[in-house]
């Protein structure tokens, strides 16, 4: 049936109550960095030479807000999204013949990235999730979805199924999944969620209006638009993350929800709580995968030599220097058994920049991080952990995000900000605009440390300053912060910033296919990690009909034609793909609708849809 997806959400009824944890897709981007699979080229369309960052949106196809009120709240601009939305779910879009194809909906193994990502999210336990889309997306978002939960029903495959709940909400429903703790709701079980029930979780599909500019940006607007309760933690996911989860494990997403959950209980009560400093309730905890790996002797591997060895290389811009406060309760660095306190993360091009003066490059790691209450004793720092751009914010950080409208992007200015000022106290993350006792931030100060995890309760001023000082006026804030009538100092309570580690088992199967090396490795392990499982799996995780070669690790999609003595190795044949005699593949991916002519050889390639190679090519 025909699914409207809700231009605002505004009017729910559930606005400032929600479920302890909402997970949020941003799922925006059309990706550059995988042209020219997800378009033919055009500027306008995302393609050339736009630069995608990512978690960023500068590489969106923008289009202008309504001129009708100047509307700004999760249209499209036109005013007419649901009709749109309705439209595409139907199949009649009139935007079928669009070439941009957003990377979220790209293929791993027969099946959409997007709609692998909600299955992981269901199994994890949540019981809502928001999937952000661009304007351009009318619909086709929810049409694909929808189309590839229609085939696994009727073919009788799958787990899952979506249907129809009122005019904005898309239903995704798990059976047969159980776990012990969830990241639905309140406690140490998800709302209506218990081991071996069935487990439901509503999807809005929400449109970003043009003014979003970056991954805050994004966060800003579904706040302000009402799509995301006041009162949840919300757990923010890049719209081409795979999983392990992806195999019908939500562990990963446990994981980082306990971590978070752990972090906000103190343990003592109100009174306690007031002036120490050494209780720091994590506003943000990171999810970081370990990438590291060895040679036979135990030396560590660099980037191209992982290539090498068949893993995933990481370009020079994605490596990182990330400080952790060390523990001892880890059995290894590569098997962590608790969260760490992120102390510094920097990225390795900024670092070792070379300005021309020929000097030695220099980590910088400032002491003051080492002499407040509450700080690490000792910091080890790795090159070999991974950001996935998988964060678990508190509520405060999006109230935060209000008040300080220039900061765009989480990665680059939210996580930096929350990181060195997690020691300075919540005060200093709202900046100067904070010490106007009539500014819009001071009063967002007063209401984040009334209420929990900080719970000061009533007025702030001149509750444990002894022992909790403001470190407010940091010159950092660049709008709101003159002029006005100041009150005293306000009280700046400790947090943190945490992270999260997946051992490297995990890791393997933890990434975020943001570039083409990226997407072939992904659908590569997906398929490998499927194929040696037993039947059941292959039914969960593949589409119904599709052919499974265990000892090659290969699969061949319905509706395919593949010819004699024909060679397949780590390889996905698509939808409707047409494959010669005598040819033999190794790490390919063909998409749907592509035809490969006789005696070809191909090895660590895609082929888009559609693509069409003649015989006897190498």
Not at 157 to 174: A, E, N, P, Y
Not at 230 to 245: C, E, N, R, T, Y
Not at 497 to 507: I, K, P
Not at 565 to 571: A, E, F, H, P, Y
Request: net charge negative; hydrophobic share 35%; aromatic share 4%.
């Amino acid at each position: 049936e025909p699914i409207q997806a809700p231009p605002s959400l505004s009017s729910s009824p559930d606005t400032n109550v929600g479920p302890e944890f909402v997970a949020v897709i941003l799922a925006a981007t059309a990706g550059t960095r995988l042209f020219p699979l997800t378009s033919e080229g055009g500027d306008e369309h995302g393609g050339g030479g736009l630069s995608d960052d990512d978690d960023e949106f500068d590489a969106l196809p923008q289009e202008p807000d309504s001129e009708e009120g100047g509307r700004d709240d999760g249209g499209a601009g036109d005013g007419n999204v649901g009709a749109k939305v309705a439209e595409a779910a139907a199949g009649t879009s009139s935007d079928d013949d669009d070439p941009t194809v957003p990377k979220h909906l790209l293929p791993v193994a027969g099946t959409s990235i997007v709609r692998r990502l909600l299955g992981s999210v269901a199994s994890a336990g949540f019981s809502r999730c928001v999937v952000a889309v661009a304007a351009s997306d009318n619909g086709l978002t929810a049409k694909s979805v929808l189309a590839e939960e229609a085939a696994a029903s009727s073919g009788g495959g799958g787990s899952s199924s979506i249907s129809r709940v009122g005019d904005h909400v898309l239903r995704l429903v798990i059976g047969g999944c159980s776990s012990s703790s969830s990241a639905g709701g309140g406690g140490k079980k998800g709302k209506g969620s218990t081991d071996g029930a069935v487990k439901t979780m509503e999807i809005y599909i929400v449109t970003l209006g043009a003014s979003c500019g970056g991954s805050a940006d994004a966060i800003r607007h579904l706040s302000g638009a009402g799509a995301v309760p006041a009162s949840s933690h919300l757990v923010i996911l890049p719209g081409d993350l795979v999983l392990a989860a992806s195999l019908g494990d939500g562990s990963s997403l446990r994981l980082l929800a306990d971590a978070h959950r752990r972090g906000q209980q103190s343990g003592c009560t109100r009174s306690e709580r007031v002036g120490d400093a050494s209780f720091a309730p994590p506003a943000c905890t990171v999810l970081l995968s370990d990438v590291g790996d060895e040679d036979e002797n135990g030396i560590p591997l660099k980037e191209s030599a992982k290539g090498k060895k068949g893993g995933l290389a990481r370009d020079e811009e994605d490596i990182e220097y990330i400080g952790l406060s060390s523990s001892a309760t880890a059995p290894s660095p590569h098997q962590p058994s608790s969260p760490r306190r992120l102390v510094m993360k920097q990225s390795k091009v900024v670092v070792e920049e070379d300005e021309g003066t020929g000097s030695t490059p220099k980590l910088v790691l400032p002491k003051g991080r080492f002499r407040h209450p509450g700080g690490p004793t000792t910091t080890t720092i790795r090159t070999d952990l991974h950001d996935l751009h998988v964060y678990a914010l508190s509520p405060w950080v999006v109230k935060l995000l209000s008040v300080r409208p220039g900061l765009s992007s989480l990665q680059k200015e939210v996580l930096p900000l929350l990181v060195s000022r997690q020691f300075r106290g919540v005060a200093a993350a709202f900046g100067s605009a904070a010490l106007d006792g009539s500014s819009e931030a001071r009063e967002a100060l007063d209401d984040v440390i009334a209420l929990e995890p900080f719970a000061y309760g009533g007025s702030t001023q001149g509750v444990g300053r002894d022992s909790i000082t403001a470190a407010a006026d940091d010159g950092d804030q660049q709008d709101g912060a003159g002029g006005g009538q100041r009150r005293s100092s306000p009280v700046s309570p400790p947090f943190a910033v945490s992270a999260q580690v997946l051992d490297r088992s995990t890791s393997r199967l933890s990434l975020r296919c943001a570039t083409i090396p990226a997407y072939l490795y992904g659908c590569r392990e997906v398929v490998a990690e499927a194929a040696k499982a037993g039947a059941d799996v292959h039914k969960a995780v593949f589409p119904d009909g599709t052919q499974v070669n265990s000892k090659f690790q290969s699969i061949v999609l319905p509706e395919s034609s593949v010819g004699e003595k024909v060679t397949l190795k780590s390889s996905t044949v698509g939808k409707g793909a047409k494959l010669g005699g005598r040819c033999r593949l190794n790490n390919v991916v063909i998409m749907d609708g592509a035809a490969v002519g006789d005696n070809c050889i191909l090895q660590n390639s895609v082929l888009g849809a559609g693509c069409v190679i003649g015989e006897n090519c190498n």
